[in-house]
Every structure is written in C-alpha cells, then in structure tokens.
C-alpha cells in the first residue's frame, strides 16, 4: 500500500513551463524575473520567433510579436495550475499599458504523458477547472514521444522536440 502512495505522490508533480509572448523584450525580460523569483531559474529555453498565427493577439499586442517557451527547475503539484494561471494574469496585468497586454503568459506542466497549459478562455477540447481558469491538453506521449492532438497549437506541434528535451529533465528531477 505504501508503494502505492508514493508512486501517487510522485505522479502528481509536473515540470513547470510557461509560454511568453511578448512584442518588446522589456516586458519579456521584466516578467522572466518575476517568474524567476516566484517559482525558480529558467533552466531550458526555446525562442520560437514570430509566426503569421500569432495574428489573433496582435489587435491588443501589436505586430511582430515573438514567443518563446521556458522551462522552470520546479516541479509542481498538478492541482496548482489554477493558482498559476491566476498568477500569470496578475503579471500579465502589472505590464499592461493602455489596458493592453504587453507580455501574455500561459503556465504550463509537462509530465510523463502529457502537456497541459492553462487558459481564461472556454473552447471544447478544454475542461474546466474552477476559478475561471481551463485545462487543455496540447500533447500525449507515447510511442517514444510526444504527439499533438485535433486542437494542438501549431507552436505546440512545430516544438515537439522541445518537449521531448523537458521531458528528460522532468524524468532526472522525478527519479
């Protein structure tokens, strides 16, 4: 039984990940410090550039927008993705200027089987969590590495490999 509860225990930490989208690296550089103090160093990192379907955020944000994800050295409980989700809008708010973002950031964890992000915004492939705050499920693992599904992002689906590299770490950090 013990066995039991251990293994339960270790499955509900995560590998913490954010998505920052940013326009000006001010706002880039001022939010990463923030994460960085509140939930610890960045320790992988992959700019993915400017893509022609971040179209929808550059109403609000403007043209020429990049993105990039990053991987955080904290594994976290599972359960935490509405407390982080609210945490990024909070920041996210702090940058605003005219009322509009600067930097939009979505928290992330990536375990064994699959990557979730978290979203304030309803579709059908999400499920709700409480507080405003869905969860969607942008990759499974299987077959030796992570797959996208119907909905996945594009940046999701182009990065795969990024993934499959945070996967290692998060297994050298569970063991």
Do not use: C
């Not at 001010?26 to 990192?45: N, P, T, V």
């Not at 973002?101 to 699959?114: A, K």
């Amino acid at each position: 039984m013990l066995n039991l509860l251990q293994e339960v225990k270790r499955n509900i930490k995560a590998l913490l990940l954010f998505a920052l989208m940013y326009k000006d690296e001010e706002y880039l550089k001022k939010a990463e410090e923030e994460i960085k103090r509140d939930w610890g160093d960045i320790i992988f990192e992959k700019y993915i550039g400017i893509k022609d379907y971040y179209k929808y955020y550059e109403k609000e944000m403007g043209e020429g927008l990049h993105k990039k994800f990053v991987a955080i050295d904290n594994l976290i409980e599972k359960d935490k993705l509405i407390e982080l989700k609210k945490y990024s809008m909070k920041l996210e708010d702090k940058y605003r200027i005219n009322s509009n973002r600067t930097v939009n950031i979505d928290p992330i964890y990536l375990d064994m089987f699959q990557v979730v992000v978290a979203s304030s915004k309803d579709k059908g492939s999400r499920i709700y969590l409480g507080e405003g705050v869905f969860a969607e499920i942008e990759l499974l693992y299987h077959h030796g590495s992570f797959h996208p599904l119907l909905w996945t992002y594009l940046d999701y689906k182009e990065n795969i490999d990024f993934f499959n590299e945070v996967r290692k770490i998060y297994l050298s950090k569970r063991s």
